[in-house]
């Protein structure tokens, strides 16, 4: 449900398991990362967005296209734990209108 132009919802599940629905601008070139530390999420963030750690590794729950992940965010995922199949770095996600309704999960920290 769309709240207001230019914000989308994303739901978002912490590593207790609680589930929130934070929104999102998407035209201010906010990637994933920053949307979670800007509701105050415990991402961590540490390299600041350039795909040179994990501290911001999610799971992508929906069917939305995320894009496909870059060799930078595949090299760091390979060095990552508890890695799935739909890991992702959320720095590398683009917050876009396309995403509405996305569903993630915080991945455990180590």
Known sequence: MKIEEGIINIKVTDRDGDERIIQAPTDMSFNLMEALKANELPVEGTCGGMALCASCHCYIK???DTGEPSEDE??????????????????QIK????????????APVS
């Open 62 to 64: 929906s069917d939305h």
């Open 95 to 106: 917050i876009t209108e396309d995403l509405e309704g996305l569903e993630i999960e915080l």
């Open 74 to 91: 595949e090299d760091m995922l390979d060095q990552a734990f508890f890695v799935e199949d739909n890991s992702r770095l959320t720095c």
